[in-house]
């Protein structure tokens, strides 16, 4: 497995510009980030290139959202966008979601005037489409569920069953899922499970510990044991921390460290 840092919630201490050399002094080997249209493209590549650090992915959709059949169009276009930046950049795969995220990672939009069939019906016919980009790019989409409890109110997909159906179905090895350990630790447990039955359909992880959303050892979830778990399926692919260290990061790196 390889190791990534977000330096949106990591390293937050330090000028964005020093982020990308001390994850790759702490032991990092890609970072991280939200959204890429704030940032100056130029310089995040030559940050990454002087640090011999990668750049694993960022968000790439923004305001629109997959479940929404008004947007398929400024939803494709926008992610076809972020697939030529990734580009750009070396990056290795884009986040995509099932809604619209605001400030604080809020969902915009519940759609409550929309069915589920509507709305499943839509993502699924929309993943297709996503799916025929990721290819053209070389760039995978990972698709990610998200709490309902804390973070992410009303967003639709939240389970990993449902996307992890809906990606065999559509059969692409571009169109992979995100799991988010703390985030799916809220909303549905059964981890070990959960990973065992799914690892095909999985192209990145996330880990954060809960409650807190913190650093590995500061809530419930045995990471030491998900991490073995995950070698004994043979996961080889990124972890990322993607974390709010509790007191500071040295702290916070030193946990996230010792579960590997």
């Given amino acids: 497995m390889k190791k990534s840092a977000c330096i949106e ?14 994850a790759k002094n702490d032991g990092f080997d890609y970072v991280e980030f939200w959204n890429w249209p704030e940032k100056d493209l130029n310089q995040l590549k030559q940050l990454a290139d002087q640090a011999g650090i990668g750049i694993c992915g960022f968000n790439g959709d923004a305001d629109y959202s997959l479940i929404d059949p008004a947007q398929k169009t400024e939803y494709l276009a926008y992610l076809e966008q972020s697939l030529q930046t990734a580009q750009k950049l070396g990056a290795l795969s884009v986040t995509i979601h099932s809604n619209a995220l605001g400030d604080g990672g809020v969902v915009v939009d519940y ?34 569920g998200l709490n309902i409890t804390t973070d992410h109110v009303g967003n639709y997909l939240r389970s990993t069953q449902m996307a992890a159906e809906m990606i065999r179905l559509i ?11 703390y985030h799916m630790q809220l909303n549905e447990g059964a981890i070990m499970d959960t990973l065992a039955a799914y690892i095909d359909t999985i192209g990145h992880i996330h880990i954060a ?14 990471y030491v044991n998900v991490v073995r778990h995950l070698n004994n399926l043979g996961y080889c692919g990124i972890v990322g921390s993607e ?12 946990a996230i460290m010792s579960i590997f």
Wanted: a negative charge; one cysteine or more.
């Fill in 209 to 222: 510990d809960a409650p807190g959303r913190h650093e590995p050892g500061t809530g419930e979830i045995n």
């Fill in 111 to 144: 759609y409550l005037q929309l069915s589920d069939t509507v709305k499943i019906c839509t993502m699924f016919d929309n993943l297709k489409d996503v799916a025929a980009l990721a290819e053209k790019y070389g760039i995978v989409c990972n698709l990610e």
């Fill in 243 to 254: 974390l709010f260290p509790e007191h500071d990061t040295a702290t916070a790196v030193k």
């Fill in 171 to 181: 059969g692409s090895d571009k169109v992979k899922i995100l799991y988010d350990v």
């Fill in 9 to 22: 919630t990591l390293y937050t201490e330090l000028p964005w510009e020093d982020r990308f050399a001390a």
